[in-house]
Each structure stands twice: as C-alpha cells, then as structure tokens.
C-alpha cells in the first residue's frame, strides 16, 4: 500500500512540474548601483563595495526635478547583482527579460557581453542561456545610459527623461521547445478577430514555436479559449514539426465563437486564450502562455464620431505620464494600477497612453476596467534627419503593436507628437528637406504599423500651427488627426478653439478627429476670485475644462478628447507655480484631487455622486465682508443631481440647480472652525457630503474688539488665495489702504508682457522657497503698506524676490508665445522705515541676493499710542517693491 502511495505521489510531483513549465520570477532587489562608468565594471574583480544598494523600479533622477539646480544627470550608470541560480533549471532555456530601461542598455552576465537594447520605454529581452552557470553565483552587470542621442527619439520633449531601469526585470526559465520569446518580447501569439458580431465571432491565433534542441522534435499545439468562469468555449489542436534551431510560425484555422460575450466600456468581458505545447510522444506540457482575448468591433467615422460594437460612444479621457511625487517614473505596479482606477472613478472611457509605452499594467487595467486605448512612440517635437533615427523608429514601433497586440483595449497606435514644435529651419531649402524627411519617418511608421496590424487606426498629434503640417503632407497620412489645443492657455481666446474644431472639420474632409490634449495649469494651492489665464487657478482651471468640454460635447465629428493631463508630472524645463512641474493634470503628482477631476467625475459618471469642492483648502482667510462679521466665499459643490442644498453651520444656504456638473454658493465662514454639509437626491438615492474647513478671518477694522487680531498674510499685486499647507497658513490677496483697516498706497501690480497680451506676475523659478505663488507677484512703485493694528508687539515680515533678470533667458517653447516678453533689471536701490524709523537704507534685491531668489526680512516692530504699522518705501533709483508681507501679532 505504502508503495503505491508512493508511487502516486511521486505521478503527481512529476505531473505538477511538467504542467509547471515556465518559472518566471522579478530579480528587483538588493542590486549595487553607482553612476559614471566605473574602469571594468562588467568583470568579477570590480570593486563594487561602495556602491549604493538599490532595489529595481529605479532611476537615479528621482530628486532632480525637486531640487534648485538646473537639469538632470543625463548619462551611463551601472547595475550589479550576484545572483544565485538553482540547478533545478539547468536544461532549460534562460531569458532576461525588462519591462523597461531608459534609455540605452547593455547587458553583460559573467563578464561576457550579451546584447544591447536601444529606446527607453518598450520592453526586451536576451537569452542568456549558454553563459548562466547553474548552481552556483552569477554577476549580472548592466550599463544604462539616458544622455542624449540624436539618433534614438524623444530628442526632446515636455517631460523629465528619467535614467535608470525602472521597471520591473525578470528572469524566465522554459524548456528547449517553447514558445518563442524573441519576437520583440511578445507573448509569442496573436490573436486576431477578423470577423465579430453580435452573433458570431471568428478567431485566427498566430502561434510562433522554437525549438532548441539539437534534433527535430514534434509537437502538438494547442489552442483553448476559456470564458471568464474558465469554462472552456472552444479548442484546437495542430500537429507540427519543428527542426533543430527553428522559430516556426504556426497558424491555427478561424475558430467560431456563436452568440459571444463582447467587450464593452461598461462590460469589459475578457476570455482567456491558453496556448500550449505538447511533446507529440509522450503527452507531457512543455509549454503555456495565456492571452487575453476581447471580442469587440469599432469604427470612427469622419462625422459622427466612434462607434463600439455598434453603439456611439463619445470618447473622453485623459492622457498620462508614468511619474509620482519624489518617485520620478519608478514607480511599483500599484501605483500603476491606482492611476487606471482614479480614470475610471471620473468617468473616464479614453486612455492616452503618451508619449510613450508604458507599464503594461497600465494595458492590461484598461482592459479589465473597460478604457479605450490609444498607445504611442516617443517621436515627439523633432526628427533626425538620419537612416539610424529612422530605423530607430521603425524598430519601437514593431516593439509596441507585437508586444500589445491582444490587448482588447488597445484600439489606436499613435507614432508622432506635435513634430515641428521644435523645426531647426525656419525657411529655405532646409526646411524643405526637412518635411521631406519628416514625411518619410511618418509615412514609414504609417506603413509599419498599418502592415503589423491593419484592424486599429493610426494617429498623429498636432499642435496648433496646421501650415507647417500641411506643408509637409503630414495631415494626409493617418487614419486620425489629433489636436493638441491650448486656446485660452497659451492663446488668449478660448472661443478660438471651436472655431479651431470647426475648420479642422471643414479642411480635412473624411478625416477622424480627436482632441489629443487640452488643458491648464492648476496649483490646487492657489485660487482666485477674479480667474484670467496663467494665474493657476482652481477657478479658472474649472472655467477652462467646462468651456472644452462643452464645445466637443456639442460637435459629433469630434470623435473624442483626451485632456492634458491625469497626473501633475515633472518637466525639468519648465517653473510655472510649481517649479520643474506641468501641473496641467486634473490629480497632483502625489495623486491629489483637483476640483477639475471632480469636475469631470460629476459630468460623466453616471451612479449618484456628490463632493463639495474646494476638498483640500481647509485652512483659508479672508476680511469681513458682511455685517454679520463674516467672510463670504464661494464654494463649488460637484453633483450629477438636478439640485443640491448646501448647509453653512447648521444654516441653510438654499437650493440650486446643477450645471454643467456643479453649483456656486456664497458661504458666509466665520472665524475658527466651519462645517459645511451638502445635500441631493438623485433618484431613489440621498446624497450627502461634509467638509471641515479652518477660517481665519480679519476684521475690516483692525481694532474692532470683538474680532481681535492675531496675524494677517497679504500677497501683492495678486488677486490669489494661496495656502500654505506646510504651516497652515492662509496667504489672501492685496487691497488698497483705508482708514482703519490695511492694504497698500500706491504703485501697480507686476503683469508681464507676453506674445499675446499681459499676464498675471512672473513665470520664473524662485529659489529658496516652496511657495513660489507667494514671490511671483508683486507691487511695483509700492509708497506705503500700512495696517491700523491695536498696540502691542508684531513681527512684520516682508518678502522680495527680483523678478527682473540681469541676463536673457531662452523662451520655452512648449508655452507657444506665451512667454515673457523680458525686462532686464535696472539698478534698483530703495529705503525702508517702519513707524518713521528707519530700518534699510540702501536695500538693492539684485546687489545682495541675486535674480529670482526669496528674500524674508522680519522685524520687531512696537505699536504704541494707537498709531498702528506704517511701513513707508524710499524710492533712490529705480521703482520700489513688495511681494508680500506677513503681520504676525507677539504680544
């Protein structure tokens, strides 16, 4: 008995391994990094004992977009690792395998080189078979280099190119026949659905097998298609033969699926392919991948939009970049799968997934979650003009379509991004030659991808100057014309863009059109009451996203929108209010919520919500503007309701009507501590939303008793609110003096000239500070600050920082005009006196500190004799000026 127990047994064991065939496993951790290219890093005898030790999602740029010093490391840095592998895979065949490198790649395993991988966002692989020593250590040893190639795009672009091998590597043991790997690092099958309906669908499985063994071997194929209960629908079997060495391609004929369960945006449903090798003598498993399989048909069409499996659907999402605050882009799989999810809770149905391949978490949640996809290469602002850029290309394109090609989310291949946003010719025959070369790349791509995979539509991103892409035949080649448009940010009209929308209709008969980006800047720190462009704004950011979207809303031919962005992300080039940030995303760079995702969420989910908005200002100030002594604000408060009800401390503030997803109250705040609370119904369901919010509120008169005076935080010429959310403090905007109360005499805000117009403050980086909105105003020609405060002791503080440079800066180019239109710094030199005394004499900003840097200067300063702070400016040369002050009350 015992024997045949054993017997059993050691049937099953036996049965499990061979019906385990690949072992696949991360080698993430416990790796020795260094940057530079140490003397023989490759070799055993390198000294790496004083290597930093790193675990892998990692870039060596994650802080650089933080700190004050200009750019980032661009350059070769090596990985090491000792890493021991188990006997137990001796036999078999050895791959390494990485999601993603950026951006060149150089693989050495025991000091012998084994392969060079070019381009930083696709995946690849390398045997490394006849050189991993079983049983025993193994030195892996990797180069990675991001400095710049002319040769390898992106040349340049919008975002941080961050170093480092920042996704996950992998090691893959399989048997000598298996199912290969080394087509550009696919899953080795695709699944096509050349024929889908609602009552039948068709599928062609490409299975690519290798062999290798030293003899010809036969096998049997195996293809099942399982439901999603992995109930087994259909299955076919093939019997091949592979000889020594080959990579064969095995087609299996069309399988019939009656009556299928489609893949939907509000039913995702996904079978499962199971393709399997069998040894044809003995029956064993030598092999298995799964692929996901979504049964769908689409189409766009030039006038009426998208259609899924029949159904218009209008397509609106976002675009995303793969970085995190203080993470840079290596970031682990749940951060991944959170941003997927946080699109999906607003309401999102479009993906694009830009400028480049991306994690394929991110692919395989939109399939889950039911987004349509759009997936492109980095071929962004420029070209080369070479053979390598052009073969470059060519090569991440075949990388993308084969490595996601089962994806049924996936619907759109996209190849090039606003290309002559950076043209090195303006005019002449080199610009003439340079189309021409432009026209080639995109006609190349176009042809590429369209042959790997003729069932998805091709797209090209434009920016808003479409002479430069019809000169060079650009808008004729793909299947969809995308628009990135930025009227009303980077361009004074917002009504310029449907006007936009309705010529691009207009002139590109039969094309497909879609908004690819749109958006502003938002600091979800700062607010204004008097919104305008570039002032970073909640308020105008909600202006600005509720104009777009209803102008696509009421445009069919639009067939859908991405904005710009999911996510705040690094762009090193860029100050903006958060310096090195795009802060364009409808959630901040550590995935905050901005009143513009909720806008969204509120315009196009359809479940009951409702969120007061305004979520993450809960420390706020503001003067008495009523005579109950209270401070009237206004608040937004998102729903999808018809009417929502908002409470102010237990006291109703009435009822409103919902449009365009949200409704404007004037809450009346007192000092101390507020509760607000929301109310609706939408349908059978009670809606209810509460937030707490902090109110520091100054009197009109300073020496009203009854509201006593503890501090006040003023920024000059700026209308903006901005919260400090570091120390709680609420920074509230200038007004002009009156008896009795505070504000400024004299002088006129800061507004800097630009290509169309004048724009709030200054777009520089201030250094020493996290808190540029604070220093990027100011009031220029400044006489007097003065506050009638109540005796006693105070620390007044005033803030400066030069705003005016000493030297010319390169105007960046993704503001498209936008940009300063530069004053260079005179000889400023003013006096300070603070109730007659003097306090500074000869203070010159530039002389002593520099352009754009943050001056504090505190003073204790004595009230007596109800003559409250004067703080008068001496003018010596040039104008006077304050950024902001802080009165803060000691005693």
Request: with cysteine.
């Amino acid at each position: 008995m015992k024997k045949f127990l054993y017997i059993f047994i050691m049937l099953f064991v036996v049965g499990w391994v061979q019906a385990q065939q690949r072992v696949i496993y991360t080698i993430n951790d416990g790796w020795k990094f260094t940057k530079g290219s140490p003397f023989e890093a490759q070799l055993d005898n390198c000294d790496d004992s004083s290597w930093e030790t790193v675990n892998i999602p990692h870039t060596w740029n994650d802080k650089d977009a933080d700190d004050e010093t200009p750019g980032f490391y661009r350059g070769p840095a090596w990985y090491r690792k000792q890493l021991f592998v188990d006997k137990s895979q001796e036999g078999r065949q050895a791959i390494i395998y990485f999601e993603g490198a950026n951006q060149e790649v150089q693989l050495y395993l025991n000091g012998q080189f084994i392969g060079e991988h070019k381009g930083g966002y696709t995946r690849f692989c390398f045997d490394i078979t006849p050189n991993l020593r079983y049983g025993q250590e193994n030195l892996f040893a990797i180069c990675v280099n991001n400095v710049y190639n002319p040769n390898i795009p992106p040349l340049s672009a919008d975002f941080t190119f961050f170093g480092g091998i920042y996704r996950d590597v992998y090691l893959q043991f399989m048997n000598p026949v298996h199912i290969a790997t080394n087509d550009y690092a696919s899953s080795g099958v695709y699944l096509r659905t050349p024929e889908v309906n609602k009552s039948a669908a068709s599928v062609e499985i490409t299975t690519l097998l290798t062999n290798e063994l030293s003899q010809t071997t036969e096998v049997i194929v195996e293809n099942i298609i399982c439901d999603a209960d992995g109930k087994e629908v259909r299955k076919t079997s093939t019997e091949v033969k592979l000889a020594s060495g080959e990579t064969k391609t095995e087609v299996s004929k069309k399988i019939k699926i009656d009556s299928p369960h489609l893949w939907d945006i509000d039913d995702p449903y996904r079978y499962m392919v199971y393709t399997r090798i069998l040894d044809k003598r003995k029956g064993t498993l030598l092999d298995e991948v799964v692929n996901p399989l979504g049964l769908r048909w689409f189409e766009f069409d030039s006038e009426k939009g998208f259609f899924l499996n029949g159904k218009w659907r209008k397509l609106i999402g976002t675009a995303r970049h793969q970085d995190y605050f203080q993470k840079g882009n290596a970031l682990r799989d749940e951060l991944h799968v959170q941003d997927v999810l946080l699109l999906k809770e607003m309401g999102g149905n479009f993906l694009r997934v830009s400028h480049y391949p991306q994690d394929p978490v991110i692919m395989e949640m939109c399939d889950k979650l039911g987004i349509v996809t759009s997936v492109e290469i980095p071929v962004v602002n420029a070209v080369t003009e070479t053979e390598e850029f052009l073969n470059n290309s060519v090569e991440m394109a075949k990388e993308m379509v084969r490595q996601d090609f089962n994806r049924p989310s996936i619907m759109i291949w996209g190849y090039m991004n606003e290309i002559f946003l950076r043209r090195p010719y303006t005019e002449g025959k080199q610009l003439e030659d340079y189309y021409h070369f432009t026209e080639k790349v995109a006609r190349s791509l176009e042809a590429t991808i369209r042959k790997e995979d003729p069932s998805r539509y091709t797209m090209m991103a434009y920016h808003n100057a479409p002479q430069f892409y019809e000169d060079a035949h650009l808008t004729e080649i793909p299947m969809i014309q995308g628009w990135n448009l930025y009227q009303g940010w980077y361009e004074p009209d917002i009504n310029e863009f449907q006007r936009l929308l309705d010529r691009a209709h207009k002139m590109y008969k039969g094309k497909v059109l879609m908004v690819t980006e749109y958006g502003p800047g938002v600091d979800p720190r700062t607010h204004s009451y008097q919104p305008e462009r570039f002032d970073f704004s909640q308020e105008y950011g909600l202006i600005y996203h509720k104009h777009y979207l209803n102008e696509m809303m009421k445009r069919p031919f639009i067939a859908g929108s991405s904005l710009w962005n999911l996510n705040d992300f690094y762009s090193e080039s860029r100050v903006d209010a958060v310096p090195h940030v795009n802060n364009k995303g409808v959630l901040g760079l550590d995935r905050e919520v901005k009143d513009t995702y909720l806008f969204y969420k509120a315009a196009l989910i359809r479940r009951p919500m409702l969120v007061i908005g305004n979520r993450e200002w809960k420390t706020r100030g503001g003067v008495v503007n009523t005579e109950q002594k209270e401070c009237i604000q206004s608040i937004p408060v998102f729903s999808n309701a018809e009417e929502v009800e908002l409470f102010a401390n237990n006291k109703s503030l009435g009822k409103k009507k919902i449009e365009s997803g949200y409704a404007l109250f004037d809450v009346p705040f007192v000092n101390g501590e507020n509760q607000l609370e929301a109310f609706a119904v939408a349908g059978d369901t009670k809606l209810h939303d509460m937030l707490g919010i902090r109110f520091q509120l100054i009197g009109s008169q300073l020496k009203d008793n009854t509201l006593p005076f503890t501090e006040m935080n003023v920024m000059l010429g700026s209308p903006r609110y901005f919260e400090d959310r570091a120390t709680n403090v609420a920074w509230i905007p200038e007004q002009e003096y009156k008896p009795g109360s505070w504000g400024f005499v004299g002088g006129t805000p800061y507004r800097r000239k630009t290509g169309f117009g004048t724009m709030l403050g200054s777009d520089i980086d201030i250094f020493g500070t996290d808190m540029n909105p604070v220093f990027q105003t100011q009031r220029v020609g400044i006489e007097s600050f003065k506050a009638d405060v109540p005796d006693g002791e105070y620390s007044v503080s005033l803030y400066w920082a030069e705003l005016d440079s000493d030297k010319e800066k390169e105007a960046l180019i993704y503001n498209l005009g936008a940009d300063s239109e530069q004053t260079l710094v005179g000889n400023r030199r003013f006096g300070i006196s603070i109730n007659g005394t003097t306090v500074l004499d000869d203070f010159n900003i530039a002389r002593d500190y520099g352009y754009a840097r943050a001056v504090i200067k505190k003073f204790i300063v004595t009230v007596k004799d109800g003559k409250g702070l004067n703080i008068d400016f001496h003018k010596k040369e040039g104008e006077t000026i304050l950024n902001a002050i802080r009165i803060y009350r000691n005693y």
